[in-house]
């Protein structure tokens, strides 16, 4: 059972940069069927994905409103998915999952079978 827990400063001032954690328990990132996401959700609004690596192959989708400004990377040993955040703007502010799924979906959108509970972003001057 894939289990997510996110973490990270839940707020942040405009053009600052802020990351956010997600460990992962039971199972490697590094495993090559698996795939990680980012989602955001905005009260209102559907939960969007915002970015997407693929382990089998390398594939990596950032969503064009954060492309330049925000960056998915992984620990191995620490078994564990980060998003950076840079530049941001007051519409980064959000509630944002980490989530899974497996081959052959992937990073297919409505695919994520393994989501965490999600963390507060708040952009705010």
């Known amino acids: 059972q894939v289990q997510l827990q996110e973490s990270g400063p839940g707020l942040a001032k405009p053009s600052q940069t802020l990351s956010l954690t997600c460990t992962v328990s039971?199972?490697?990132?590094?495993?090559?069927?698996?795939?990680w996401s980012w989602f955001r959700q905005v009260p209102g609004k559907e939960r969007e994905g915002i970015s997407c690596?693929?382990?089998?192959?390398?594939?990596?989708y950032y969503k064009d409103s954060v492309k330049g400004r925000f960056s998915m990377s992984k620990d191995i040993a620490k078994n564990t998915v980060y998003l950076r955040m840079s530049s941001l703007k007051f519409e980064d502010t959000a509630v944002y999952y980490c989530?899974?799924?497996?081959?052959?979906?992937?990073?297919?959108?409505?695919?994520?079978?393994?989501w965490g509970q999600g963390t507060q972003v708040t952009v705010s001057s």
């Open positions: 989530a899974s799924e497996q081959l052959p979906y992937g990073c297919t959108p409505g695919a994520f079978r393994w």
């Open positions: 039971g199972v490697s990132i590094a495993t090559a069927s698996y795939a």
């Open positions: 690596i693929s382990i089998s192959d390398g594939y990596t």
